[in-house]
């Protein structure tokens, strides 16, 4: 079956300018997370949700990162005010998680440069 | 500029040796354990998964141990293909507030030479 999508692949936005990252889990998962990732380096924790419920977002950098789920399925990731520093592969991942500590499954990610 | 193999740990073999990838994590309550391989441009691919209540567990051509006792975790791989080149994570997950919230080693870059 399909895998986790996300949209765009890639994004390039100037200083200032809000951007907005899709992801698209595989169906009938139930939870959704959010990393980031920086060149060089393992992914970092952004935001968690179960179906619409956001159940963490203690990874979100500032308050110009805000993430939804409205309908428990797709997400967006919306940045604000991009700076330079927010420039990393955003990556999405989703797991069918009945219960606590099943696998996660990652789309491609969407490398955002931040010009 | 900067080169991402300057800031992970490298391990290069040759085609069909066997490869061990090290991982050492901080949190003595994690409970569960996983690794991903992720190749240039793409994202994480879950290789093995391994709870807190074993110790070793074996896939197809991979097997992970787990020591609590020094907080460490390997990946072995058998007969080590280049198709398996790429960098791999160890991630843990240690429940409770932090439910679903995965933690990721640094990575390994592992090179196989045919």
């Known amino acids: 079956g399909a895998g986790v999508s996300q949209s765009p692949r890639y994004k390039v936005a100037k200083r200032g300018q809000d951007v907005a990252l899709r992801c698209d889990p595989i169906s009938g998962h139930v939870s959704l997370f959010w990393y980031q990732q920086a060149l060089g380096q393992g992914p970092e924790f952004l935001t968690y949700?179960?179906?619409?419920?956001?159940?963490?977002k203690s990874g979100l950098p500032s308050d110009r990162f805000f993430a939804e789920r409205p309908e428990g399925s797709v997400s967006t990731l919306k940045i604000q005010r991009t700076q330079q520093e927010d420039s990393a592969v955003y990556l999405c991942a989703s797991s069918l998680e009945l219960d606590r500590g099943r696998e996660q499954y990652f789309g491609p990610g969407t490398r955002l440069t931040v010009t | 500029g900067e080169s991402v193999g300057l800031h992970l740990p490298t391990l290069s073999v040759q085609e069909g040796d066997n490869s061990i990838i090290n991982c050492a994590y901080s949190?003595?309550?994690?409970?569960?354990f996983i690794w991903y391989k992720q190749e240039s441009g793409k994202g994480p691919q879950f290789i093995i998964d391994?709870?807190?209540?074993?110790d070793k567990r074996q896939g197809q051509r991979v097997t992970v141990l787990l020591n609590k006792t020094v907080k460490h975790l390997s990946l072995q791989i058998a007969a080590t293909q280049p198709g398996d080149s790429a960098v791999y994570f160890c991630a843990d997950n240690a429940g409770g507030t932090s439910y679903g919230k995965l933690t990721f080693g640094q990575g390994t870059i592992l090179t196989v030479h045919p």
């Open positions: 949190n003595s309550a994690s409970d569960y």
């Open positions: 949700f179960q179906n619409e419920a956001q159940l963490d």
């Open positions: 391994i709870r807190s209540n074993m």
